[in-house]
C-alpha cells in the first residue's frame, strides 16, 4: 500500500509539472502561446498589445544566445513589473515577442510609458542596443481573435519599419 500511495505522490507531482510546462515558457515563466490563446477565449479583454525586442539578433550574433536569453528574461521581468499591476496578462507567443492583455480600457500612453521604462531599465543594465517595438490594438476594432491579433502584430511591424527608415 505504501509503494501505491508512493507512486500515485509522484504520478500526481509528475502531472501537475506537465500541465505547468504545456502552458508556461520555460525561460520566462510567462503564459505560452497556448495560454495565450485560451485567454483570449476565456475572458473579454480590452487591449491587445503585440511586442517584440529589437536587435535580439544583435545580442545573440555578438555575444552568444546566451546574452539573448539574458535579454528576453530581463525584458520579461521589466513589463511584467511594470504593467501587471495594472490588470495585464502577459505571455511570450514566441522567440522575441509577447502578448499583453488587459480587460479594462487602459491608457495608451501608460502602455507607451511602461514599455520605454522596461527598455530603459534594459539599457542601464548593459543591453545598450536594446528596443522594443509594438502594435495597440482594441477589441472593438475587429470581429475574430485573428483579426485581433493581425491588427496588433501589423501595427508592431509598422513601428518596426518606420524605426529602419
Not at 510546462?21 to 508556461?24: C, L, R, T, V
Not at 522594443?132 to 495597440?136: C, D, E, L, P, Q
Given at each position: 500500500?505504501?509503494?501505491?500511495?508512493?507512486?500515485?505522490?509522484?504520478?500526481?507531482?509528475?502531472?501537475?509539472?506537465?500541465?505547468y510546462?504545456?502552458?508556461?515558457d520555460q525561460?520566462?515563466?510567462?503564459g505560452?502561446r497556448h495560454?495565450?490563446?485560451?485567454?483570449?477565449?476565456a475572458s473579454?479583454?480590452?487591449?491587445?498589445?503585440?511586442?517584440d525586442?529589437?536587435?535580439?539578433?544583435?545580442?545573440?550574433d555578438?555575444y552568444?544566445?546566451?546574452k539573448?536569453?539574458l535579454?528576453?528574461q530581463?525584458?520579461?521581468k521589466?513589463?511584467?513589473?511594470?504593467?501587471?499591476?495594472?490588470?495585464?496578462?502577459?505571455?511570450r507567443i514566441?522567440g522575441?515577442?509577447f502578448?499583453?492583455?488587459?480587460?479594462?480600457?487602459?491608457?495608451?500612453?501608460?502602455?507607451?510609458?511602461?514599455?520605454s521604462?522596461a527598455?530603459?531599465?534594459?539599457?542601464k543594465n548593459?543591453?545598450t542596443e536594446a528596443d522594443?517595438?509594438?502594435?495597440?490594438a482594441?477589441?472593438d476594432?475587429?470581429?475574430?481573435?485573428?483579426?485581433w491579433i493581425s491588427?496588433?502584430d501589423?501595427?508592431?511591424?509598422?513601428?518596426?519599419?518606420?524605426?529602419?527608415?
Open positions: 500500500m505504501t509503494v501505491v500511495l508512493i507512486m500515485f505522490i509522484q504520478l500526481r507531482k509528475k502531472s501537475h509539472e506537465l500541465h510546462m504545456a502552458k508556461h525561460l520566462t515563466g510567462l505560452n495560454a495565450f490563446l485560451q485567454a483570449l477565449k473579454p479583454f480590452h487591449l491587445l498589445i503585440v511586442t525586442i529589437d536587435r535580439l539578433k544583435y545580442y545573440n555578438l552568444g544566445h546566451q539573448g536569453d535579454l528576453i530581463g525584458y520579461a521589466h513589463v511584467t513589473h511594470l504593467l501587471k499591476p495594472e490588470g495585464a496578462q502577459i505571455f514566441g522575441d515577442e502578448a499583453i492583455l488587459i480587460k479594462a480600457p487602459f491608457s495608451v500612453r501608460k502602455i507607451e510609458d511602461g514599455i521604462r527598455i530603459l531599465q534594459l539599457q548593459g543591453f522594443a517595438s509594438y502594435g495597440i482594441t477589441r476594432e475587429v470581429k475574430t481573435d485573428f483579426d491588427l496588433a501589423q501595427r508592431m511591424y509598422q513601428m518596426k519599419q518606420s524605426r529602419k527608415a
